[in-house]
């Protein structure tokens, strides 16, 4: 098997970035992941436009790239790219193995699929625990404001009036 395709699934996640509120891949990355020059996958996407809609790979814009390339420590000098990179949503990953009809291709995006899908379990049970602290929290502040309410109450009880009070009960002798 090829070395490439034995990268544990921590390796190909590490690949997967968030931009514009999406997991992307970059060009640069799945071609190596291919083992196909960058500008030869670029070159196909062009070629089948039609197959790569916005939502599936967009190119990145300066402010984007620069934020990508800071993340990864990419060189920023001479011998690196000219222009920013496109990048590919998950959709746009699983359309690439149809244009790039190599059985590594089928395999690399088999691996990355499934990266996909372990992520998105993970970002779902995220969602899920974060539904349910809110739901605790929203819980707790009803008992707080409860709480403090009691406790506003019982001070109240436990303050003095100001001013004498009249004496209830049996008085003996004068005090009538």
Same mark, same amino acid.
């Given at each position: 098997?090829?070395?490439?395709?034995?990268?544990?699934?921590?390796?190909?996640?590490?690949?997967?970035?968030?931009?514009?509120?999406?997991?992307?891949?970059?060009?640069?990355?799945?071609?190596?992941?291919?083992?196909?020059?960058?500008?030869?996958?670029?070159?196909?996407?062009? =070629?089948?436009?039609?197959? /790569?809609?916005?939502?599936?790979?967009?190119?990145? +814009?300066?402010? $984007?790239? #620069?934020?990508?390339?800071?993340?990864?420590?990419?060189?920023?000098?001479?011998?690196?790219?000219?222009?920013?990179?496109?990048?590919?949503?998950?959709?746009?990953?699983?359309?690439?193995?149809?244009?790039?009809?190599?059985?590594?291709?089928?395999?690399?995006?088999? =691996?990355?699929?499934?990266? /996909?899908?372990?992520?998105?379990?993970?970002?779902? +049970?995220?969602? $899920?625990? #974060?539904?349910?602290?809110?739901?605790?929290?929203?819980?707790?502040?009803?008992?707080?404001?409860?709480?403090?309410?009691?406790?506003?109450?019982?001070?109240?009880?436990?303050?003095?009036?100001?001013?004498?009070?009249?004496?209830?009960?049996?008085?003996?002798?004068?005090?009538?």
């Amino acid at each position: 098997m090829d070395k490439e395709l034995m990268l544990p699934d921590e390796a190909i996640a590490a690949r997967i970035h968030w931009v514009r509120g999406q997991k992307v891949m970059v060009d640069a990355d799945l071609a190596k992941l291919y083992n196909v020059p960058t500008k030869r996958l670029n070159e196909q996407v062009k =070629r089948n436009p039609d197959r /790569f809609p916005e939502d599936f790979m967009f190119v990145l +814009n300066e402010t $984007e790239w #620069q934020a990508l390339r800071s993340q990864n420590a990419t060189s920023m000098g001479r011998g690196g790219r000219r222009y920013p990179p496109m990048v590919f949503t998950e959709h746009g990953v699983l359309m690439l193995s149809s244009i790039l009809n190599s059985e590594r291709a089928v395999a690399v995006n088999i =691996r990355i699929m499934r990266v /996909f899908v372990q992520m998105n379990r993970i970002l779902q +049970n995220d969602l $899920e625990l #974060q539904i349910r602290l809110e739901r605790m929290e929203g819980r707790q502040e009803g008992r707080d404001e409860a709480i403090a309410h009691l406790f506003d109450t019982v001070k109240q009880l436990m303050e003095k009036p100001a001013g004498e009070r009249k004496r209830l009960g049996y008085r003996g002798g004068d005090d009538v």
